[in-house]
């Protein structure tokens, strides 16, 4: 499988795309000034303890307060093998006032506030550090039993004594050496030491600990051998990400591409048109069929059609074909536009027990590809599949979407920083074809937006430095709406509400 990188920053937000033989199979979107928040280390304090729930309400410095199950006796670790964690110690007994470290394991969502555990890891390229947690997993994807063996003995002899310690082995680890897994072993060690440290004295709410920004979290995380192209459409990224491609030995300088074309990048790709297809709820199937992807407050909702596909022989192998399509199309939907939580499957509905039985295997089997920790339930009588898909991160739809402000949010419009990034990518294009000047004709929100945040601040230092745009701002613009005209003239004739941008 033929696997491409793109990366990018711009107007304060940095991108995260994956192509797998030509289709867009992740796309990830994070603020540069304030980025993912799970695995972030706060020291927080108890404002509210709800003894009905066993749960604690902790305050960390975050819009909301966040949500601290008192009966956690571990983090999560199913997806690995290894030694059976202890459940035996007692739960949380905390009082409004306590002061502790929490992590946070799921992001805000919706009204409600971020989940935080008291049990901390520290993840690395081959190895995630438990500290206070006995447990030594493995990742299933080392599938050499002699070399799980040996990988577990290491791991064991590197906690040197301290069982309350633990280790889990990732996918990466047998692609190193021994000593190698030492040093990312002390590097995580001094990591948490150092997060000890500067929580003393800290105030409540202080950010002690933050994951690595997404283009390098993504890199660190991602398979070297597989990737054949590391493309990235940012100078000051590119250096970066060729600092942490220097420590690594599975992925060559040579793969690290630095975009340098006029366009933007994932314009150039079309990538950008590919990212569109998430706000649409329908996706065709390759046979004719189609899928309705509904998201709701509980859960997302996906119903399969036969659609124009009519098939060669009976009506059960028909509907079999458009099924078994759709389950292949759902996985990587659903890790395309990073669905999390509940995700309940209406397939049409199937008479033969094996033909049911072989489109479960092959969702399984699509979703066991996934990053992401999935667990898919038996199909029921109706030909309803459930599974569920762990959270990470943002959907892509929260990127390209924001609730009406016309109709009290039952419906939505497109993000203003959606907006802008496609705008940005207009003005590219239009320089790219020649032009020295560019009058665009926009809503006049989205147009303060973009002065008072200074968002394209970045190209007109650089590679606008030498062109001239306008703006002229209309009250009366849809926010997603606006045009781009290329000019060469040397006097230009503009309306009286034209603005000089830089």
């Not at 038996?378 to 898909?389: A, H, N, V, Y």
Request: with cysteine; aromatic share 8%.
């Amino acid at each position: 499988m033929k696997k491409e990188w793109f990366f990018d920053r711009y107007c304060g937000q940095q991108f995260a795309a994956l192509m797998e033989d030509g289709k867009l199979t992740e796309f990830s979107v994070e603020k540069e000034d304030r980025g993912e928040i799970v695995g972030n280390v706060y020291k927080g304090r108890v404002t509210n303890v709800l003894s009905g729930m066993n749960a604690a309400f902790i305050s960390c410095g975050l819009q909301r307060n966040c949500y601290l199950s008192m009966e956690e006796t571990y983090t999560d670790y199913t997806k690995y093998d290894g030694t059976p964690v202890r459940t035996d110690s007692k739960p949380l007994e905390l009082k409004v006032g306590d002061e502790l470290l929490v992590q946070v394991t799921k992001p805000p969502r919706g009204n409600k506030g971020a989940k935080v555990t008291t049990h901390l890891s520290f993840v690395g390229k081959c190895l995630i550090y438990l500290p206070g947690t006995d447990f030594l997993g493995i990742s299933r994807k080392i599938t050499d039993e002699k070399q799980r063996e040996k990988l577990l003995k290491i791991a064991d002899k590197m906690r040197m004594g301290k069982t309350n310690d633990g280790f889990i082995i990732r996918t990466k680890a047998p692609l190193v050496t021994q000593k190698q897994l030492k040093a990312e072993a002390e590097y995580l060690k001094k990591l948490y030491e150092k997060t000890l440290g500067a929580a003393k004295g800290a105030p409540v709410g202080t950010l002690l600990y933050e994951d690595e920004e997404l283009p390098l979290r993504t890199l660190r995380d991602s398979f070297g051998d597989e990737v054949v192209a590391i493309h990235v459409g940012d100078e000051e990224l590119y250096q970066r990400l060729l600092a942490l491609v220097k420590l690594r030995s599975d992925i060559s300088e040579r793969k690290l591409i630095k975009h340098t074309g006029e366009r933007a990048m994932f314009n150039e790709y079309g990538i950008d048109s590919l990212v569109y297809d998430a706000v649409s709820p329908t996706v065709p199937l390759e046979n004719g069929g189609y899928l309705v992807i509904e998201h709701t407050e509980a859960m997302t909702v996906i119903d399969v059609n036969t659609g124009s596909y009519i098939g060669e022989n009976s009506l059960e192998e028909t509907v079999f074909a458009v099924n078994l399509a759709a389950a292949k199309e759902i996985a990587r939907q659903v890790r395309f536009r990073n669905i999390g939580g509940i995700v309940a499957v209406d397939f049409i509905d199937m008479v033969d027990e094996a033909h049911k039985e072989a489109v479960t295997e092959a969702l399984k089997a699509r979703l066991a590809q996934d990053k992401a920790k999935c667990n898919v339930l038996p199909m029921s009588e109706l030909c309803i599949t459930q599974f569920t898909r762990k959270r990470v991160g943002r959907e892509v739809i929260s990127f390209l979407e924001k609730p009406c402000p016309h109709c009290s949010g039952k419906g939505y419009v497109h993000d203003d920083i959606f907006v802008i990034t496609r705008l940005r990518s207009a003005i590219l294009n239009c320089f790219a074809d020649g032009y020295t000047s560019a009058i665009i004709e926009l809503n006049e929100w989205i147009m303060k937006k973009i002065l008072n945040e200074g968002l394209f601040s970045i190209e007109a230092r650089n590679r606008w430095k030498n062109k001239r745009i306008y703006f002229i701002p209309h009250k009366t613009y849809k926010e997603e709406y606006f045009t781009v005209r290329g000019e060469n003239s040397t006097v230009l004739k503009l309306p009286d509400k034209a603005q000089i941008l830089y």
